[in-house]
């Protein structure tokens, strides 16, 4: 069966960086979009990008764009997600999400998140 | 942006009665090359994250029970809980995937 299990919480200081992973298991990694996803508290979800595990192409959100860099690392089957020039309202569980075919399409299995709490 | 927005915001209804939620897109989401709607409903119960329900508008995921169905074409679609149980208390998103990816605000379900 399909599992996404994402790296632990993390605190950030205002205008630093954070690197979150997904690593995936019961699926092939390489043929599949992996996406990233937000949401802060009581919002809804956001989403911020993804990417083709099979070419490495990846597709941002308008929103973050220059500030936000998806990777892959095939041989260990995660997807990572690195964030910049953090700010409070970046404050919010990030999720993995993988899409339902190799294609931009719906989220059909989600990780369980990661919260990134940015405080001075 | 393709602009999502869910009515109710909130809703209580009884155990075994119909629950019916309503989203809308700011433009179509009907793709004419394969005439499907780009569109997709989520359950997100508390401290979990979201669980597909229904993708294309109106085809049930896998694993779904039955009393989950999707309606709708273009701009206006409804997601309806034909006989609610009580596990099934959950905010609620539409999502559509035409042009990148946005999510309606939510429409929270409680038991009346």
């Known amino acids: 069966q399909v599992h996404l299990v994402q790296s632990g919480a993390e605190v950030k200081k205002p205008g630093t960086s954070v690197k979150l992973s997904c690593k995936a298991s019961?699926?092939?990694?390489?043929?599949?979009?992996m996406h990233w996803v937000r949401q802060a508290p009581g919002q809804r979800p956001e989403w911020m990008g993804g990417i083709n595990a099979a070419n490495d192409e990846a597709k941002y959100s308008q929103r973050f764009r220059g500030r936000v860099s998806i990777t892959t690392d095939t041989s260990a089957n995660t997807a990572y997600m690195e964030l910049s020039s953090l700010t409070s309202e970046d404050t919010a569980v990030y999720y993995c999400?993988?899409?339902?075919?190799?294609?931009?399409?719906?989220?059909?299995?989600w990780g369980r998140g990661t919260l990134v709490t940015v405080s001075s | 942006d393709i602009v999502m927005t869910q009515s109710p915001d909130s809703l209580a209804v009884s155990l075994g009665e119909r629950a019916t939620i309503n989203c809308k897109s700011s433009?179509?989401?009907?793709?004419?090359?394969?005439?499907?709607?780009?569109l997709a409903w989520y359950q997100q119960k508390l401290g979990q994250p979201p669980r597909l329900l229904i993708y294309w508008a109106s085809t049930r995921e896998s694993g779904v029970p039955d009393r989950f169905s999707g309606s709708g074409s273009g701009t206006d679609f409804t997601l309806t809980i034909s006989s609610l149980q009580a596990e099934d208390v959950a905010v609620y998103y539409c999502?559509?995937?035409?042009?990148?990816?946005?999510f309606g605000q939510g429409t929270k379900l409680e038991i009346k």
């Open positions: 999400a993988r899409d339902h075919y190799g294609d931009y399409w719906y989220f059909d299995f």
């Open positions: 999502q559509q995937y035409y042009d990148m990816y946005t």
């Open positions: 019961g699926y092939i990694f390489s043929t599949y979009v």
């Open positions: 433009q179509s989401v009907l793709h004419f090359s394969n005439n499907r709607n780009y």
